[in-house]
């Protein structure tokens, strides 16, 4: 079926297709469904005798769903807004975008009919070389959270024990709840360092299976020194290193250590510093001891023949890669001089592409990060108890940061102080 007849098809039988923009390959939905909305409440028999809710599992039932951020088209829907009057820094996205060779891929890709390769093999070779560790240390996954769920699955049993590190990447808690897991919780310090002596003591005595550290730390951007790092890995834990901002850190990546202790994973990403969050591509060197099982467990065709393609594609560019690393790192430090004129606002340093903002007290962040949303600039508010009064902002380019800044300034002039 070619596009044409493809388009047509869609647009006269899918009731959910809808109008077909001048590009007959770009579809634009007339509404787009949030996964609540998927769901009519008022129609859903809850507990039919042996059916219905009663099947699902007791700890899932307790879930809510993840409110993750959305695309920019999306965006651009909901807001009323054009694409082009959005300013998107509310995923630590990078807004550059992939090397020009991942256009080129994509559109002459091959083999779209077939099955992708289930190893990653050609992509897993080219990082061996790169990141030095032997391709047998390395799986590759739809995106690094995909691996977070691999370790859950293959490592946990319910009622098994993880160390999380709060606050932080809010995935480790949401898939040890999917396994039944337990998250024993030592929330970081006032200035978001870890709590080594508190790790280490819970670490000594619930014996859990896992600790996870993010490094950087997603969502103040700090650090944990080869000190306290070697400090966990002589403990009898997993420990999971979550290293998807390390690019944007100026520090070496830890994931050869991988060679030499048993009880590290490191897990980095081709979503920040490579530009390909949304093609989904993440990996991990984990322990020989290990990884057999995350074979096992992983499903076979996992990274798409698009997604291995692009990842090789921006691999064979790293003069692009690090000229857009190096201009985040760059604007990271001019967007943080700005904030810091902000008066209702402090920056916390950071070693990534975004950077935590404490709002004065008496302001309300969530507020602020509403307004600005109605102004177009999508920045990140945590409903959590121990963030409620921070927000987070991605790097975006020069333009992103100018815009942003402009309407921080408009916002404090109507404060009522002025
Ligand atoms: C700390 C951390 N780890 C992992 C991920 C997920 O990365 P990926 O896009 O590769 O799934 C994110 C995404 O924001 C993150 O902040």
Not at 186 to 207: A, C, W
Not at 263 to 268: A, E
């Amino acid at each position: 079926m070619d596009a044409i007849v493809a388009a047509r098809f869609l647009h006269t039988f899918s009731p959910t297709i809808r109008t077909r923009t001048r590009d007959l390959n770009v579809f634009r939905m007339s509404s787009v469904p949030t996964p609540a909305e998927h769901v009519d409440e008022d129609n859903v028999i809850r507990n039919s005798p042996g059916g219905g809710e009663s099947l699902v599992r007791s700890n899932i039932r307790n879930m809510s769903i993840f409110k993750a951020t959305q695309p920019i088209e999306v965006l651009s829907r909901r807001l009323g807004k054009k694409v082009s009057d959005i300013v998107k820094l509310d995923a630590n996205e990078n807004p550059y975008g992939p090397p020009p060779e991942v256009a080129v891929v994509l559109g002459t890709l091959q083999f779209a009919n077939i099955y992708p390769d289930p190893d990653s093999g050609y992509l897993r070779a080219a990082l061996a070389e790169i990141l030095g560790v032997g391709s047998e240390y390395l799986v590759v996954g739809s995106g690094a959270d995909e691996l977070i769920r691999l370790i859950m699955s293959v490592m946990l049993d319910p009622g098994d024990k993880i160390v999380d590190c709060p606050p932080t990447f809010p995935r480790y808690e949401i898939e040890a709840a999917l396994v039944g897991a337990t998250v024993i919780k030592v929330p970081r310090m006032v200035d978001f360092s870890l709590n080594m002596p508190q790790v280490i003591e819970v670490t000594k005595k619930e014996r859990p299976k896992c600790v996870f550290i993010t490094c950087p730390n997603n969502p103040d951007g700090s650090m944990i020194s080869d000190e306290d790092l070697s400090k966990l890995l002589n403990l009898p834990v997993m420990v999971v290193l979550d290293e998807a901002y390390i690019a944007f850190s100026g520090f070496k990546s830890r994931i050869s250590w991988v060679k030499r202790y048993d009880n590290l994973i490191v897990l980095q990403t081709f979503s920040k510093s490579c530009g390909l969050a949304g093609l989904r591509v993440g990996y991990g060197a984990f322990p020989l001891s290990i990884v057999r099982y995350i074979w096992c467990a992983k499903l076979p065709y996992n990274v798409s023949v698009a997604a291995q393609a692009a990842a090789l594609a921006t691999l064979q560019n790293p003069i692009y890669v690090e000229d857009m690393r190096r201009s985040i790192v760059q604007e990271r430090e001019r967007m943080f001089g700005l904030l810091n004129e902000i008066p209702f606002l402090k920056p916390f340093p950071s070693y990534t592409n975004f950077i935590l903002c404490e709002v004065s007290p008496g302001l309300e962040a969530k507020k602020l990060q509403e307004e600005l949303e109605k102004m177009g600039v999508m920045i990140r508010h945590f409903n959590l108890s121990d963030l409620r009064g921070y927000l987070r902002i991605t790097v975006g380019k020069p333009r992103d940061t100018n815009i942003l800044l402009d309407c921080l300034r408009i916002l404090h002039k109507g404060f009522p102080q002025n």
